[in-house]
């Protein structure tokens, strides 16, 4: 994960097949904000629960939850993505069309 004010890494992730043949992606995450940002955004981690829709062939979004330990929570949908992987917020902006503006 990667955003304009800190990156993550995934420590541990599993795919889980549940018994209706859909698909579950479970992780457990840290993420480091930038230095500029962490007087109000603490080094944390986290975890998820995704459920993976569509096909192999033609895959849907993922849908889910996480949590951290900052006792932060919400919910998520990630329905759009790229083959092309990067570790540059700014690479990535410029991959889903969109322009990346100054940050400290």
Known sequence: MITEQSAGDLLIGHLIEQDD??????????????????????IHYGAFILEV???AINPGPLRGYYW????????LVVSDRRLQATNSYDVALRLFGMVAEAVD
């Open 21 to 42: 043949g859909a698909f579950r992606l479970i992780g457990v995450y840290r993420n480091e904000p930038r230095i500029s940002a962490r007087d109000r955004s603490a």
């Open 53 to 55: 829709g569509g096909t």
């Open 68 to 75: 951290t330990d900052r006792g932060t929570r919400g919910e």
